[in-house]
C-alpha cells in the first residue's frame, strides 16, 4: 500500500471501477425500492467551473448514499442544449450551433467525469437530439388537440436588441431586456401559446403538498398571483351628471369593494376597447396621442414605479357613476391599467391606494380617506386595517367586514359578484429563432394552420442555413424548410418557422431519461410510474419560477391525458446555493459565472489536490442552501483533513493485515483497534442523521 494520500492514483482508478463495474448504471425493470435522484439538465456552456463542482456533488453525495443503502438508483444526465448563445456564437463567429453545442457538451462531460460524479450515462437526453425533439413535437400536438395550444394575436415584448420575442419572465423590472439590455418594445403579433392559465387554480392549490423550499413556494404563489375579489359595472353618467340607462357601465375589478364610497375617479386602459365609445369630442385629440404613446411600451416598464417613465394619464372628458355615492366622477386612461389583468378598468381610491394618489395629485381629483389612519400616521395612501370612515353604512367597520357588507351590496344590486383574478398569463411559447425545436405546424391558404401529421416528425433543422447579423431566424429564408404539404387538402403549404422556448423542452424531459431511446413513444407509463416523481431534485433557485411552474404544468396535462399516474413531477426540491467570488470587471461579490469573469476551473485544484478535495471544500464552504463566498486559502486545509483520514485507515488496514488478520473482514481487530472501529461506526451514525 502507498505511504503517502495520493489521489491522482485513487481517484482514477475508481472512476474506472465504477465504470467498468457499472456501480451507478441502474435497469428500469431492476427489483428493489426506486430512488430517483436529479440535477436539472444543464445547459452545456462548455466546461464546469467550480460553482458548478458544488451543484453536481450535492445530487452525487445522494446518489452514493441511496446505492450504499441498497436502492436501485436512477442517476441520469442530460443536456438542454436548444437556445440563444449557440445562435448567437453563430452569428458572430459563423460556426454552426450544432457544432458549437456539441463541442460545448463534449468538454462539460469530460468536466462532469473528471469531477468524479457518477451518472448513467447510457440514458444522456439532449434536448436538440432528433428523437428528443420529435417527442416534444407530439406532446405540442396533443396540446394542440386538448385545445392547450393556440395561436393568438397578442401584445408581445419585443426586443429590438435581439430582434425576438421575450416572455415577460426575460424582461427586467425597469422594462429592459436581460439579456440585451435594450429597452423592450410592445408590438401586436400572432404567437403560440400553451394554456397554462387552466391551470392556475391546480398550480397554486397543489404547492401545498409539495416538500419544497418555502421561499420557492412562496415565488411561485405570487407569480400565478391569485386575487380575490369583486367585478361590478360602474354605471356611465350623462354631461349633466345623470345616470345614463341605454349604455352598459364599466367593469371594475377590486379588491378593495370597502373603499367604495372613497372612490374619487376611474381609470380605463388606454388598450380598453370602449375608449372610442367614452372618449368626449373635446378630449378625443388629447386620448389618441396618448394611446399611441403607450402602445409602444411593455406592461413591465409600465408598472415599473418610479424612475424616467412616472405615471400618465389623459382625461376621456367623460364621466361615470360612483355607485355606492351616486355621485359622477371622472374617467380618466392611464399607463398604470393594464389591459391584461381584471377587467382592464380601475375604480380609483386615492385615499388608499398609493398610485391612485399619486395620479389624483397630479391631475387634481379629490382625495377622500375612507380607512381612519392610526394616530400619527404621516403617509399619504392609508392601506392598513382601521374602522372605516366617510363611507355611510360601513362606517366603524373594519376592512374585512366592510368588504363583505360591500359585496352583499353590490350583489343585491345588480351591479356585479365576486370573483377571482390570477397574474398569471398563459404560456407564449414560439420564439423568431433557428436553434430551438420547431412548431409542427403548416400554413395552407385554403384549409389554414394544420398540424403536421405525427409520422412525419420530427420536424428537424435544416443544416444550410446561413445566420443573420440581425438576429432573424434563417428558417425563414430556407426554400427547403418552408416548403411543406398541406396535410389536409395535399395542397401547397408554408412551414411554421417560430420554434419553442427552451423550457418546453425542459418541461418533459425528466420522463425521457427512463427510455432515452425508445422511438415508438415519448415515455413509459408504467415505468414512469415506477420511479417518478422524481424523489430528489436538485437545481439553482433561478429555475424557481418558470422551469418549475412549466414542468408542473405540463405534468399535470400529461396526467389528465391518463398517460400518468402522478401529477406532480418533483416530490422533493432542493435548491442549491451559489458559489460567489470578486469579479476582476466589478469588483464585488458576484456569483461565479464566465460573464462576471470570476470563474475557478476545477482543473489546477484537481491536479494538486484531486477531485475529492474540491468536492469536500464545496460542502465545507456553508450550508448547501446558501450561496458562499469562495477563497483559495481553505483549499489545503480540505487535503490535509483527507490525508489524515487515509492515514488512520490505512494504519489499522496494514497492522490489522500483519497480525493475521482477515483482510475482507473487521471482527477480530485487535483490542486497541475496536476504538477505531466503533469511531467509524459512530460517524456513520452521525453522517446518515445528517442526510
Ligand atoms: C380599488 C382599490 C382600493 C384597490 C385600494 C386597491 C387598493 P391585486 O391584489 O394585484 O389583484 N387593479 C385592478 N385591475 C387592474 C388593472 N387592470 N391594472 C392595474 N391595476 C388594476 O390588485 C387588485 C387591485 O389592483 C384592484 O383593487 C385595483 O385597485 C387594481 F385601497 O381597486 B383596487
Ligand atoms: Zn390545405
Redesign the pocket.
Known amino acids: 500500500m502507498a505511504s503517502t494520500y495520493r489521489p491522482g492514483e485513487i481517484e482514477p482508478r475508481w472512476q474506472q471501477y465504477w465504470l467498468d463495474e457499472r456501480t451507478y448504471e441502474v435497469d428500469n425493470d431492476e427489483p428493489g425500492e426506486t430512488a430517483y435522484v436529479l440535477s436539472m439538465y444543464p445547459y452545456p456552456s462548455g466546461p464546469a467551473h467550480i460553482g458548478h463542482v458544488r451543484n453536481y456533488t450535492f445530487g452525487d453525495l445522494l446518489v452514493r448514499y441511496h446505492t450504499m443503502n441498497g436502492k436501485k438508483v436512477l442517476s441520469p444526465i442530460g443536456f438542454d442544449s436548444f437556445g440563444l448563445p449557440a445562435e448567437n456564437a453563430a452569428i458572430k463567429s459563423g460556426v454552426h450551433p450544432r457544432v458549437f453545442t456539441e463541442d460545448r457538451i463534449a468538454e462539460l462531460s469530460a468536466s462532469l467525469r473528471r469531477i468524479g460524479a457518477v451518472y448513467d450515462w447510457r440514458r444522456q437526453v439532449c434536448s436538440h437530439d432528433p428523437e428528443f425533439m420529435r417527442w416534444t413535437q407530439w406532446i405540442f400536438k396533443r396540446f394542440h388537440e386538448a385545445g392547450l395550444a393556440y395561436r393568438a394575436e397578442a401584445p408581445v415584448n419585443w426586443c429590438p436588441g435581439c430582434q425576438t420575442v421575450l416572455a415577460n419572465e426575460q424582461v427586467l423590472s425597469d422594462g429592459t431586456c436581460e439579456r440585451s439590455g435594450d429597452l423592450v418594445e410592445r408590438r401586436e403579433m400572432e404567437q403560440w401559446f400553451y394554456r397554462i392559465t387552466d391551470y392556475a387554480e391546480q398550480l397554486l392549490d397543489d404547492l401545498d403538498d409539495l416538500d419544497w423550499p418555502e421561499r420557492v413556494k412562496r415565488m411561485q404563489r405570487n407569480w400565478i398571483?391569485r386575487?380575490k375579489?369583486v367585478e361590478f359595472a360602474l354605471p356611465i353618467a350623462d354631461a349633466d351628471g345623470t345616470q345614463r340607462s341605454d349604455v352598459a357601465g364599466v367593469a371594475v375589478?377590486?379588491?378593495?369593494p370597502d373603499?367604495g364610497f372613497g372612490m374619487t375617479f376611474a381609470v380605463m386602459?388606454p388598450e380598453h376597447p370602449r375608449v372610442d365609445e367614452l372618449t368626449a369630442d373635446t378630449q378625443r385629440g388629447a386620448v389618441e396621442a396618448f394611446v399611441a404613446e403607450v402602445a409602444e411600451r411593455s406592461d413591465i416598464e409600465r408598472l415599473a414605479s418610479g424612475g424616467a417613465l412616472d405615471k400618465r394619464g389623459v382625461a376621456t372628458g367623460s364621466s361615470v357613476i360612483n355607485p355606492f355615492t351616486g355621485k359622477p366622477i371622472p374617467l380618466f386612461l392611464a399607463d398604470?391599467?393594464?389591459m391584461t389583468?381584471?377587467?382592464?378598468a380601475?375604480?380609483?381610491?386615492p385615499g388608499?391606494?398609493q398610485r391612485d394618489w399619486d395620479f389624483a395629485t397630479a391631475y387634481g381629483v379629490d382625495i377622500v380617506r375612507t380607512v381612519q389612519p392610526p394616530e400619527g400616521f404621516e403617509g399619504e395612501a392609508y392601506?392598513g386595517d382601521g374602522p372605516a370612515i366617510n363611507s355611510d353604512w360601513l362606517d366603524g367597520l373594519g376592512i374585512d367586514d366592510a368588504t363583505a357588507k360591500a359585496i352583499d351590496w353590490i350583489e343585491s344590486e345588480g351591479l356585479g359578484s365576486s370573483t377571482v383574478?390570477y397574474?398569471l398569463r398563459d404560456w407564449l411559447l414560439s420564439r423568431q429563432r433557428y436553434w430551438g425545436c420547431p412548431i409542427p405546424m403548416v400554413y395552407c391558404d385554403a384549409c389554414g394552420v394544420q398540424p403536421v401529421p405525427d409520422d412525419e416528425l420530427p420536424i428537424e433543422l435544416p443544416d444550410d442555413v446561413e445566420f443573420m447579423p440581425t438576429g432573424q431566424s434563417p428558417l425563414q429564408f430556407h426554400e427547403g424548410f418552408l416548403a411543406a404539404t398541406c396535410p389536409n387538402c395535399g395542397g401547397d403549404a408554408r412551414r411554421e418557422t417560430d420554434t419553442m422556448d427552451t423550457f418546453v423542452d425542459s418541461s418533459w424531459y425528466f420522463l425521457r431519461y427512463l427510455t432515452p431511446n425508445d422511438d415508438t413513444k415519448p415515455f413509459d407509463s408504467q415505468l414512469c410510474d415506477r420511479w417518478l416523481p422524481v424523489d430528489q431534485y436538485i437545481g439553482g433557485v433561478e429555475h424557481a419560477i418558470m422551469h418549475l411552474l412549466y414542468a408542473r404544468f405540463v405534468t399535470k396535462v400529461i396526467y389528465d391525458e391518463g398517460l400518468i399516474g402522478f401529477d406532480e413531477p418533483f416530490a422533493n426540491l432542493f435548491t442549491q446555493g451559489m458559489i460567489c467570488k470578486k469579479s476582476e470587471r466589478t469588483g464585488r461579490l458576484e456569483v461565479m459565472s464566465k460573464s462576471s469573469g470570476n470563474v475557478v476551473p476545477p482543473e489546477a485544484i484537481i491536479e494538486e489536490y484531486g477531485t475529492d478535495t474540491q468536492r469536500l471544500y464545496t460542502l465545507f464552504i456553508g450550508p448547501p442552501e446558501r450561496d458562499a463566498e469562495w477563497t483559495d486559502r481553505a483549499v489545503p486545509g480540505c487535503y490535509r483533513f483527507l490525508q489524515r483520514v487515509w492515514r488512520q485507515f490505512r494504519r489499522v488496514i496494514e497492522e490489522h493485515r500483519d497480525s493475521g488478520g482477515d483482510p475482507g473482514r473487521t471482527d477480530g481487530l485487535r483490542p486497541e483497534f475496536e476504538a477505531f472501529r466503533r469511531r467509524v461506526h459512530e460517524t456513520v451514525k452521525k453522517i446518515t442523521a445528517d442526510f
Not at 389583468?341 to 382592464?344: E, K, S, V
Not at 380601475?346 to 381610491?349: D, F, S
Open positions: 398571483g386575487s375579489g375589478f377590486t379588491t378593495r373603499t386602459s398604470y391599467v393594464l389583468y381584471g377587467t382592464g380601475i375604480m380609483a381610491v388608499q391606494d392601506s383574478n397574474r
